[in-house]
């Protein structure tokens, strides 16, 4: 502080000085990137912020969620600069500029996630690969989503689906529908396509670190205490570990035939294609399975069930699908005493799956999928069971159903059977469409080239919006904005162009599950029209977070779950 400068005044100074430093340090940083423009190319760079020095605007996409997108699209335009988790960044907005990122891959584009995601995954991922490294992993990872293996699977995700559904609809008071959603897909993932047999203290644990590790996975490249990354990497080790053990025990059973579930496909597929996976890359396959089907899909999930609940008429036009092609069948008979202690009786004996005794025919077991002998699958004897509450079921208001009748489930579901609800089809494109779990991709510039007026500079990243292109379609019959699962009806769709509908993405990288995502989807919808109803336990819907994943803010979406009874299908 100078000699005789009263503090008031040199605390005014200080901090004129620290003000002067850091428009200087944000100027210089400006400049830096403005420098990185190719002087070959004569295009300017998109308009935008690069926001402070090292930081970007990543602290602004992370607290303002899709607002920083779509605030940025209304000053800039469809495509505009930004910095994000450490890399210069290129948002694209537009099915035009995305057609030409996806169909570029390999020539102007190359697949690139923030360096977190890459650290945490593995270099052995679908996700992380590149050229002739990706065309084999995808090939090999096709036999995991082909129609016989998605036979084998459907008959046990239909099981997973009902028990947890009525677990659900047991509960005495409201659901949190996201981290519900979250435990059915994780044990869909866990259970049906890696084969794992576990308890359920295992299982809770081990969807506690996957989603620790889910959580970081967008995080700054810091690996030090107390970091997003390091918090990632302990978790990741974790899940190695116990899949390492789990791998083990796969690769040394006795019985090589039993391809019962993912982890065999790949292993044998794997084979096929005279590759040997080493350990280290069946692990991080595994976790990478599971990434793709846990949170986007428990995602489209939560989804489904709000958009639903907002609209009625939707679920009556299902239920009158379902009833034309005979898959929605009609309550019966059955003391509701009887079934809910038989309900309950049953979940504490993971021997015996869950039913109820009215309906013995729709619950017998369904290890065995039409057609698996010709797939040449085999079904595990044991399923997961979930665990409902013990205490009496709601009453009241919140039952309100004469005793003595309950509803039966959809009979067994093959992909034949859902080829046949085009309706059910369109609902479910229309809430990828309206809600995609992802909104985006990540690409790299392998090559200075043309986008909307402006140069794209080799090395920088390309961010292409998947919601932000749906939100601005301007090529359905309805609105945009609107939920009408009628604008895919085939009378509508002929004027969509390929790429304004996008929430699998496209081009050589198009998610190879969504056909398993998509069948799991339909399951849930069929379950929860045909057994159940749903109401709202809040005054209000909840705001929706749709960074990194669209979900509920504060999992705010709390719901009462009932089972169906007889005449309330019919009334909707």
């Known amino acids: 502080m100078p000699v005789g400068l009263p503090w008031p005044e040199a605390a005014a100074l200080a901090l004129l000085a620290l003000a002067l430093v850091v428009i200087l340090c944000r100027y210089l940083w400006a400049l830096r990137w403005s420098l990185s423009r190719d002087r070959g190319s004569a295009l300017p760079l998109p308009r935008g912020s690069m926001g402070w020095p090292f930081f970007g605007e990543t602290l602004h996409w992370l607290l303002q969620g899709s607002h920083f997108h779509s605030s940025r699209r209304e000053k800039y335009g469809n495509v505009f600069k930004t910095h994000l988790l450490g890399r210069p960044v290129v948002r694209v907005t537009g099915a035009e500029n995305i057609r030409k990122i996806l169909l570029g891959e390999h020539t102007l584009v190359s697949t690139q996630w923030p360096q977190s995601i890459q650290i945490i995954l593995g270099s052995h991922t679908l996700l992380g690969s590149i050229g002739d490294l990706h065309?084999?992993?995808?090939?090999?990872?096709?036999?995991?989503?082909?129609?016989?293996?998605?036979?084998?699977?459907?008959?046990?995700?239909?099981?997973?689906?009902?028990?947890e559904l009525r677990g659900w609809c047991m509960e005495p008071g409201s659901i949190a529908v996201y981290s519900s959603a979250k435990t059915l897909t994780f044990r869909i993932a866990a259970r049906i396509l890696l084969g794992l047999r576990l308890e359920e203290k295992q299982f809770k644990d081990l969807a506690k670190t996957f989603e620790q590790l889910v959580e970081n996975l967008f995080s700054l490249p810091l690996n030090i205490p107390f970091s997003g990354l390091r918090k990632g990497i302990k978790a990741r080790n974790m899940l190695h570990e116990f899949m390492e053990k789990a791998i083990q025990e796969k690769l040394q059973r006795n019985n090589p035939e039993d391809h019962s579930d993912a982890l065999d496909f790949i292993i044998n597929s794997a084979k096929e294609h005279g590759k040997?996976?080493?350990?280290?890359?069946?692990?991080?396959?595994?976790?990478?399975?599971?990434?793709?089907?846990?949170?986007?899909?428990?995602?489209?999930?939560?989804?489904?069930?709000?958009?639903?609940?907002?609209?009625?008429?939707?679920?009556?036009?299902?239920?009158?699908?379902?009833?034309?092609?005979?898959?929605?069948?009609?309550?019966?008979?059955?003391?509701?005493?009887?079934?809910?202690?038989?309900?309950?009786?049953?979940?504490?004996?993971?021997?015996?799956?869950?039913?109820?005794?009215?309906?013995?025919?729709?619950?017998?077991?369904?290890?065995?999928?039409?057609?698996?002998?010709?797939?040449?699958?085999h079904q595990p004897n044991a399923l997961p069971e979930p665990t409902f509450p013990q205490s009496s079921p709601r009453t009241g208001s919140q039952l309100r159903a004469p005793s003595g009748q309950s509803c039966r489930r959809p009979s067994d579901i093959s992909l034949e059977k859902l080829s046949r609800l085009r309706y059910l089809d369109c609902v479910i494109k229309e809430v990828l469409r309206v809600l995609p779990p992802v909104s985006g991709g990540y690409r790299t510039a392998l090559q200075t080239f043309e986008l909307d007026g402006y140069q794209i500079p080799k090395g920088w990243s390309v961010m292409y919006s998947i919601r932000d292109t749906h939100e601005t379609a301007a090529v359905y019959q309805s609105p945009p904005g609107g939920f009408d699962p009628d604008r895919f009806s085939a009378t509508q769709t002929e004027a969509v162009g390929r790429f304004h509908y996008i929430p699998f993405g496209g081009g050589v990288r198009s998610c190879i599950g969504k056909e398993l995502a998509q069948a799991i989807l339909k399951l849930l919808a069929i379950e929860l029209v045909s057994t159940a109803r749903w109401e709202l336990a809040t005054p209000s819907y909840p705001a929706m977070q749709t960074v990194p994943i669209v979900h509920p803010v504060d999992d705010g979406l709390q719901l009462y779950f009932h089972l169906l009874q007889p005449g309330q299908g019919r009334e909707g």
């Open 276 to 377: 040997e996976f080493t350990i280290q890359e069946l692990k991080e396959s595994a976790i990478e399975l599971i990434f793709a089907a846990f949170f986007t899909t428990a995602s489209a999930s939560t989804s489904l069930i709000l958009l639903l609940l907002k609209h009625p008429s939707v679920i009556e036009k299902i239920r009158q699908e379902l009833l034309s092609n005979e898959m929605y069948q009609q309550c019966e008979s059955c003391p509701v005493e009887h079934c809910l202690d038989t309900l309950s009786t049953q979940s504490r004996n993971s021997k015996r799956p869950l039913t109820c005794p009215m309906a013995r025919d729709a619950h017998e077991d369904q290890s065995q999928p039409p057609g698996s002998a010709e797939a040449g699958c």
């Open 135 to 163: 065309r084999q992993r995808r090939k090999i990872l096709a036999r995991v989503f082909s129609r016989a293996a998605l036979e084998c699977y459907l008959p046990r995700i239909q099981k997973v689906v009902s028990w």
